[in-house]
């Protein structure tokens, strides 16, 4: 019965200084300095108080309604570590080095202890420290899973941007592949700047995607026409003639979509749309 209900680990953890020094003192070494002591030591206390209130209401059991605090505790503290760039054998190694001050406090107390320095008190912290470990992986998994979304979102929103070229004429110059998701976020983001902008020309310009095939044309048609359901003309510019044979041998049809060369020739072409006239003015001496 003191297995399940978890009755030697409550009781080495009655040493609470001692435990929690002997604890900070362990984690320092896989942490490397990421941390100040006295950081550490604030985790470290305020996650043993937690802990404490758990193994008296729920035993060893992680999973029980008692530990609901103490998983919470510890998906937070993923998350903040998994934004500050702590790897998952950091984060993981420091909840495991609890174990160390449990066992040295075990050791202390020998076997006229409270809590028994015997094997049985051994493997009961062990067992009860690998399972707080599994559920701080876990927790620091779906954390950094997170953070990378949210950074590849950032990273698409950086790299697609919706810039004024003239009074009425705005350009989203792409660069890399075009698919679903980014094409969502240019379609977004070009919509908000006509509307902003009151611009009723937007050039698409794909110089810097490397090669164009059925779907990313089926990607470039969907943010023309949302373009065009908001009133505005809209031009793709870039096309080299590598990609130009390939639309072709694709049998891709833009339709009615004006498409130019370079960026310089769509954005002659929208600035006479607006009406107004570019005439290259003549140098030299008379």
């Known amino acids: 019965m003191a297995q399940a209900d978890g009755g030697r680990v409550q009781a080495l953890l009655r040493s609470e200084d001692k435990v929690l020094r002997r604890w900070v003192e362990a984690a320092e070494t896989p942490l490397r300095g990421r941390l100040t002591t006295g950081e550490l030591e604030r985790t470290c206390s305020d996650l043993l108080a937690v802990l404490g209130e758990a193994v008296a209401g729920g035993g060893l059991d992680v999973t029980s309604a008692a530990y609901a605090g103490a998983r919470g505790f510890l998906a937070e503290l993923s998350r903040d570590w998994a934004r500050r760039g702590f790897s998952p054998s950091e984060t ?3 909840v495991f080095a609890l174990k160390d001050a449990l066992f040295a406090a075990a050791d202390e107390d020998g076997e006229g202890g409270e809590s028994g320095g015997d094997l049985a008190t051994v493997l009961e912290s062990s067992r009860w ?4 470990g599994l559920v701080t ?3 620091f998994a779906r954390a950094r899973e997170q953070v990378i979304s949210e950074q590849a979102e950032q990273l698409l929103e950086l790299t697609t941007p919706v810039v004024k070229l003239w009074e009425g004429v705005v350009a989203v110059p792409l660069i890399g592949t075009l698919d679903s998701a980014r094409t969502q976020i240019v379609m977004e983001k070009l919509l908000q700047t006509l509307v902003d902008t009151g611009s ?3 050039i698409i310009d794909i110089t810097g995607v490397p090669a164009v095939d059925t779907e990313v044309a089926q990607h470039l048609l969907k943010t023309v026409v949302a373009a ?10 870039g096309i ?3 990609i130009a044979q390939t639309i072709v041998m694709l049998g891709i049809e833009f339709g009615d979509i004006t498409t130019k060369s370079t960026l310089a020739d769509a954005l002659l072409h929208a600035m006479r749309g607006t009406g107004v006239e570019v005439v290259r003015r003549r140098t030299g001496s008379r």
Do not use: K, W
């Open 137 to 139: 992986f876990e927790s």
């Open 228 to 237: 065009r359901l908001m009133g505005a003309e809209c031009t793709i510019s």
């Open 240 to 242: 080299r003639p590598q």
């Open 129 to 132: 420290v690998d399972a707080l």
């Open 200 to 202: 009723e020309h937007a």
């Open 92 to 94: 993981a190694s420091a």
